[in-house]
């Protein structure tokens, strides 16, 4: 899905359209929208449509090759930077003004520059996960964009197998997560369930230790015994695991913290979890 003539410099590409030749080849042409030009014709949002900004978001959503791509803007300094990655993708830049990103994504939206519309990341089973770290996350109705999209950052990170939601209570994996991300949601496969009790079932059954993460849980990760493969269980701040989620793990463990403050945020907690889960499984 990612996707002349010698001695002519920059200036005379921008005449042409034309490429020219060593360090300026992956430029993209100037093509600067004319005053009074119509504003660009974004999509309408609708069900089958993500919306991705910011550099990170959009460079990983070129390079990986994973959903359909439809099109992309950008500023002119945004544009030559993004040239080789739209290049290799296989699409040509459309030209804007900053002014109109922002009247698309909301004034004070940090998108750099770039936008990109795009389908939907393909749906994922249970069945079709393949093993890289041997972990799994599982989110217990966290809803917060902002928080998994800094899980799917810290799960890029750790090589994690799957992100395993619930269809009803989950963000769209677009947007603000998509930029908070900061590009592990084309590298994270996200499993969408109907019922969550019922994929942890299922999880058990294919050989997983099924740990859900609780400040109150019986005994701390790191003195637990940790086997592959792994899937933790987070709950939404606040709410924690459902009754039923709960229910479903093999253990139930806290994360011990040194100092007065005991409980992290959601996102944080992922984080400190994979690493003490990491380094567990290392030794």
Do not use: W
Request: proline share 6%.
């Amino acid at each position: 899905m990612r996707r002349d003539k010698p001695g002519r410099g920059r200036q005379d590409r921008a005449r042409t359209g034309e490429p020219g030749r060593g360090r300026d080849d992956a430029r993209a042409p100037d093509r600067r929208p004319a005053r009074g030009e119509p504003a660009p014709a974004f999509r309408k949002p609708g069900a089958d449509l993500a919306v991705l900004y910011g550099v990170h978001a959009v460079r990983e959503a070129l390079r990986a090759r994973t959903r359909k791509l439809l099109a992309l803007y950008a500023t002119a300094p945004a544009a030559e930077r993004i040239a080789p990655d739209a290049a290799a993708a296989g699409l040509q830049p459309q030209i804007v003004e900053a002014a109109d990103l922002d009247r698309r994504l909301g004034a004070g939206t940090v998108h750099q520059g770039l936008l990109l519309e795009a389908r939907h990341l393909p749906a994922r089973d249970l069945s079709e996960i393949e093993s890289r770290s041997g972990i799994v996350l599982v989110l217990d109705q966290i809803t917060d964009p902002h928080n998994v999209g800094a899980i799917l950052r810290t799960a890029a990170a750790f090589a994690v197998d799957a992100l395993v939601v619930t269809e009803r209570h989950a963000p769209d994996f677009s947007g603000v997560l998509a930029k908070t991300a900061s590009g592990g949601l084309e590298h994270v496969p996200i499993v969408e369930v109907v019922n969550l009790a019922r994929a942890m079932e299922e999880l058990g059954r294919m050989g997983y230790l099924r740990v859900g993460l609780d400040s109150e849980g019986a005994a701390s990760l790191e003195d637990m015994v940790l086997s592959r493969p792994l899937a933790l269980a987070l709950g939404a701040e606040g709410a924690g695991l459902r009754r039923l989620t709960r229910e479903k793990c093999d253990l139930v463990a806290r994360l011990d913290m040194p100092g007065p403050i005991k409980s992290l945020n959601v996102s944080n907690a992922c984080a400190v979890a994979l690493m003490t889960a990491a380094l567990k499984l290392r030794a």
